[in-house]
């Protein structure tokens, strides 16, 4: 039962360009979310999260959107890094999705 | 930076043996988390743990796992009876403002059973 869905397991994109990463939930009940990020051999880090009572949260380069109707939210990274190659999760309560590779090509 | 260290970064132990994984959590941190990730699959909750007691758990912690705070700043992850399939990566974690909020990996602990 994936109560939080990530559906495209990698992503690649050239340095300087949008990254898009989207995550889908099926439980009505969450009501805040969260990304991390993570490299290998290290523990998630936390980057940016949302409540469900706004539908648009930012922190520099990076914007989470939240469409509460669709059950959809969007991490949006502007301009991509080549550091910020990592593995990306979206997560509700304690359910992580399965994660994003995200490849910044320099 | 305060940050959530666990020790050991790589336990291998023989099935059927106790093994103990430690974290300390980032000090003024008031929620405390166990997940793991088994190799090439996603990150699982196991127990959240607040005021010195569990708060809320998944399927996966079954009368093998125990969790405990011994002595105000660690906290550790005690499996009874390792199994094969418990193999995987330990993250411990910690948080300051409610449970479901940002939480502050450690990274991790590699648990190996043979």
């Known amino acids: 039962d994936q109560q939080v869905k990530q559906n495209s397991p990698s992503l690649s994109v050239q340095e300087g360009r949008i990254s898009i990463l989207n995550c889908d939930y099926t439980?009505?009940?969450?009501?805040?979310f969260l990304w991390y990020k993570k490299y290998p051999a290290e523990g998630p880090t936390f980057l940016i999260s949302i409540s469900s009572i706004k539908d648009k949260n930012e922190d520099g380069r990076f914007t989470v959107f939240l469409n509460k109707s669709a059950k959809h939210l969007s991490l949006h990274i502007v301009p991509s890094q080549p550091g910020d190659s990592a593995v990306y999760f979206c997560a509700a309560r304690f359910v992580f999705g399965p994660g994003t590779r995200l490849s910044v090509l320099p | 930076e305060p940050e959530v260290t666990q020790t050991p970064s790589h336990q291998v132990t023989q099935m059927g043996q106790e093994v103990i994984l430690r974290c300390v959590p980032i000090s003024n941190h008031l929620y405390f988390y166990w997940y793991r990730q088994i190799l090439g699959q996603k990150v699982e909750f196991l127990v959240s743990?607040?005021?010195?007691?569990?708060?809320?758990k998944s399927e996966i912690f079954d009368d093998q796992f125990s969790v405990e705070r011994p002595d105000g700043s660690n906290f550790t992850l005690k499996i009874r009876s390792t199994k094969l399939e418990d193999s995987a990566m330990y993250f411990c974690?910690?948080?300051?403002?409610?449970?479901?909020?940002?939480?502050?990996f450690g990274p991790g602990t590699r648990l190996t059973v043979l």
């Open positions: 974690a910690s948080g300051t403002v409610s449970a479901y909020n940002e939480q502050f």
């Open positions: 743990f607040y005021n010195n007691e569990i708060s809320e």
């Open positions: 439980n009505s009940m969450f009501d805040y």
